[in-house]
Each structure stands twice: as C-alpha cells, then as structure tokens.
C-alpha cells in the first residue's frame, strides 16, 4: 500500500511502497477512512534536527485517524470488523496511574516508550490501513462518517481539554479569546458554544479564518497585528479576558494574550510555536495562570464524539493520499480554511 512517510528530518514527506501491518495477539488494524492534516506536522517535518525526537524514521505520517475496523489479532474481543472507530492519538504505557485514569497524553513513562503515537514515531494514519497497538486506543463513532470523525482525534479533543479544565472561568458575563482561528480554533469556538455562555473573540491574521471562526460562532472577530490588543480590551470594556487559548504559541500571540488577559483569568497554551513569555510580578495581571495543555484525554475523546453526534463537527477539505503533500503545502501557505483531511482509500 501507499502511505506518506517522514523518510529523513528537515526533509519533505515521501509517498512510498510499504507492506499492510498485520494484527499481532492484542492489536487491531483500521481501514483508515480520515487522516487529518495538522499543523504540528509542519513542525515535525521542518522543525527538528535529528536526534531531537525519539523517533525512529521512517514512519507514517497521520496522527488524527478515523477508520473502520479491518482485522482484529488474537485476544482482542468485543470490537467488530466493519465497526466505524476514532484513533486515539497519545499512545502511553496503558498502566501507569496516569494510563488508567486516560490520560495517555501525559504518560508517567513516556520517556522510555519514546514515539508519541501513530503518525508520531509510529506509523500514522496517511495511508490505506493502520495499526493499532490495543483496542484500549479506539472509541466506537457510531454513525459519524470517519472523515468528519478524524478532526474529533485532535482539532476537537485539544481545545477540549483546555477548555473543561477552565470551565470554572467561563460562566455568564465571561469572556474567551481564541488566538488562531485555523483546524483547533473552529473547534475551539464551537466548544466554547456548545458548553458555556462565555463571549467568544477570535484573532487571526487571515480574513478567511475569522469568516470560518464567525461561522462557528465567535461573537466577534479581530485581526492580529498591532491594534489587536487594544480591540480585544475594547471589546471587553477595558476589562480583558477571562480565558485566553492561544492555539499558535509564538512571541507574538504570547505577548498578546498576556497583554489582554484580566486578573485571576487563565492563560493557556496550546500552539506549539515555541515561543516564550516573561512570569513575573509585573509582566503580568494578579493571579493570572499559564499552563500549557497538551492533547486530552481518552474520556474526553468520547465526550468530543457525542458532541460532534450533536453536529459540532469539523470544517473539512478533503485530500486523495496522492495529494497529502499539497495538503501540508496549503497549510504551510495558511491558504486552508478549517481542517485537511486525507482520504487514504481514494
Ligand atoms: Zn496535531
Ligand atoms: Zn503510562
């Protein structure tokens, strides 16, 4: 079969020849149905010099999957062949105290597994079938078509987390910034809809995304540059926001959402841009709080799957395999809108 592999670091992705995986005892193969294509990959593929990551190359690229069940290995029951299920994506141990309450994402002993996940480290979901390594990793969709399931993975279920652990911040009168109004963002915004009464502003660059960011019900829309600021804290009487989610996460965006984030309100840092923000008792309000936040969590995922089966579902574009590459072209130019999502069957 085909698949989009990280064949070398700093280095544009291949579509290569590899063998189908087989199920071992306890694993499963899907039949993929989405890949999504997210902007860390464009980290992955241009950030890191080799060495950095503990990743083996090559591997498949893909970490937002959704699919069907194809074959299932000895031992593994109550899943069926043909049964439509979304990837989790942090694969840890499975049996760390942090494991068995869900959170994978932030396995005590990710340091000795090494690879992240499938499409991290391990083969991904960019091509026709994928491995899983246990059915512990997979959440049953229903009738949710696996193209719109796949963004759930990862475009939904990380401003997800973000959002429930600041839920305590977002009541009526509230107010949200959502900074980056691309794949996380629109979901981001149509969370924050679905759960709380909180006002919702988005900031972008492009006018495109804010369209789409309007669409998924921001109350307002800004344009980042050097008025951003002082429209966001116009927008909310000079008083700022309670909650600030910054999906890019460089110097920039940073040093807005800390220059619009009131006292006692929360920072959170989602984007993996990398860049940094001076703590300290005048850098910012009282009692504000950072944290970055990173994926979510097994539970939350299934909470993200019955809200998109309430129809919060993803903005999507949809890609052949043959045009994966131009799909993460796209992304790299900010000339997509929502989220890319490769079809390995097509
Ligand atoms: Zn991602
Ligand atoms: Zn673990």
């Known amino acids: 079969m085909k698949a989009l592999q990280l064949t070398d670091w700093k280095h544009e992705p291949e579509l290569r020849e590899v063998p189908e995986p087989?199920?071992?005892?306890?694993?499963?193969?899907?039949?993929?149905?989405?890949?999504?294509?997210?902007?860390s990959d464009l980290h992955l593929i241009h950030d890191f010099d080799a060495g950095l990551l503990p990743y083996e190359l090559p591997f498949t690229l893909g970490h937002e999957n959704a699919g069907w069940i194809h074959g299932l290995g000895d031992g593994v029951d109550g899943l069926e062949v043909g049964e439509p299920v979304a990837v989790y994506g942090p694969w840890g141990c499975g049996r760390c105290?942090?494991?068995?309450?869900?959170?994978?994402?932030?396995?005590?002993r990710q340091a000795e597994i090494g690879a992240a996940g499938g499409g991290l480290g391990r083969n991904g979901g960019m091509a026709r079938y994928m491995l899983i390594p246990d059915p512990r990793l997979v959440v049953p969709i229903g009738d949710l078509d696996p193209v719109d399931a796949a963004p759930l993975t990862d475009a939904a279920l990380t401003p997800y987390h973000a959002i429930k652990r600041s839920l305590h911040l977002l009541g009526a009168g509230s107010t949200t910034v959502v900074i980056?109004?691309?794949?996380?963002?629109?979901?981001?915004?149509?969370?924050?809809?679905?759960?709380?009464?909180?006002?919702?502003?988005?900031?972008?660059?492009?006018?495109?995304?804010?369209a789409v960011a309007a669409a998924a019900g921001a109350d307002h829309t800004v344009v980042s540059g050097d008025s951003a600021a002082e429209e966001v804290l116009a927008l909310t009487k000079g008083i700022g926001a309670d909650v600030v989610i910054?999906?890019?996460?460089?110097?920039?965006?940073?040093?807005?959402?800390?220059?619009?984030?009131?006292?006692?309100?929360?920072?959170?840092?989602?984007?993996?841009?990398?860049?940094?923000?001076?703590?300290?008792?005048?850098?910012?309000?009282?009692?504000?709080?950072v944290a970055t936040t990173y994926w979510g969590s097994i539970p939350e995922l299934m909470d993200v799957v019955a809200l998109a089966q309430s129809g919060k579902t993803a903005?999507?574009?949809r890609f052949d395999?043959?045009?994966?590459?131009?799909?993460?072209?796209?992304?790299?130019?900010?000339?997509?809108?929502?989220?890319?999502?490769?079809?390995?069957?097509?």
């Open 246 to 289: 910054d999906l890019v996460g460089v110097d920039p965006t940073l040093a807005l959402a800390a220059s619009v984030v009131r006292s006692m309100g929360h920072l959170s840092i989602v984007g993996i841009g990398g860049g940094t923000i001076p703590i300290g008792f005048f850098s910012i309000g009282y009692e504000v709080s």
């Open 22 to 39: 087989d199920p071992g005892p306890g694993q499963l193969v899907i039949e993929v149905g989405g890949s999504g294509a997210c902007h």
């Open 97 to 108: 105290h942090r494991c068995r309450q869900g959170m994978e994402n932030y396995c005590m």
């Open 321 to 346: 395999l043959a045009d994966a590459p131009s799909a993460y072209q796209q992304l790299h130019a900010g000339t997509l809108t929502g989220r890319a999502v490769i079809e390995p069957k097509k």
């Open 180 to 210: 980056g109004a691309g794949g996380l963002g629109h979901m981001a915004i149509q969370i924050l809809r679905a759960l709380t009464g909180t006002t919702v502003i988005a900031v972008d660059q492009r006018s495109e995304a804010l």
């Open 315 to 317: 903005e999507v574009t």
